[in-house]
């Protein structure tokens, strides 16, 4: 574990040395309150990097920053070394797609169409969907296994089903990074475990993700494990190594305990 993360520095062999989506030195307020403080850390390639820390910490805005939605009152997001704001909006959504926390979405399209709406950034400016849009949104709902739901509208699904399709658009994108904010919102086990399967084959095929998460148990299944509190950057490191009872009470209360079973931090509450 790291603790505060350091300032790698800067310079122009930046995107060979950080070829992930990096976010440096970052601090952000709304008006006047600040919400994030110096925050450092890179989305590796490949990897399934899970963000934890209690309400209100500045999880989700750190998300919109790194997906370019928001900008830094200081510091700075790259990605490959490029920084965000010197990129297109249509380069960084082919690269990042982002999946809001409670994002609104379209009444009155079907599953299919909602799903093609994250390909946009791909299409030309008639914005006509062609074949290879076709067959990523195809593969999305196939990923999500919202196929059978394609002709629907999406008030008439349920929690889970609507999530599923919010993901399907994200994934349409065909990005190198993908930001979720606690995409397992509304997901029955099953689902979720179905999603864990899903990050990993799309970490084999070389995509980065970042998911918000507020359980424990299965952010310890991601690779490295980002803790925050109060805007900062805590911990940052392997599950075992973030996942330790003294930082965790120290952040919900004593009730939490942590059990090592098979190398694999269990955390429970109580007892
Ligand atoms: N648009 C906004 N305008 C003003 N303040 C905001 C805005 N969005 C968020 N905040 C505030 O910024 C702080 C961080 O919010 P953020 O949504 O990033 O936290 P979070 O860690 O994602 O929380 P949660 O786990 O509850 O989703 C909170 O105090 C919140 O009230």
Known sequence: MTGEAQLPSPGPADGALHPGLWARGLSFSYRNQAVLREVSLELRPGEWLALLGPNGVGKSTLLRLMAGLLRPTAGEVRLGGERLERLSSWT??????????????????????????????????????GKADAEAADWAMTQTQVTEFR???????????????????????????????????????????EFICLLAGLRAQGMGILTVLHDPNLARLADRVAFMQEGRLMALGTPLEVLQEPLLQSVYGDWVRVHEVDGQPVVLLGG
């Open 151 to 193: 002709h629907r509208l999406l008030p008439t699904l349920s929690g889970g089903e609507r999530q599923r399709v919010l993901l399907a658009r994200a994934l349409a994108a065909r990005p190198r990074f993908l930001l979720l904010d606690e995409p397992t919102n509304h997901l029955d086990l099953h689902h979720q475990a």
């Open 92 to 129: 960084r959504g082919q690269q990042i797609a982002f999946l809001p926390q409670n994002g609104g979405y379209p009444e009155d399209l079907t599953v299919e169409e909602v799903v093609l709406l994250g390909r946009t950034p791909h299409l030309g400016l008639l914005g006509r969907a």
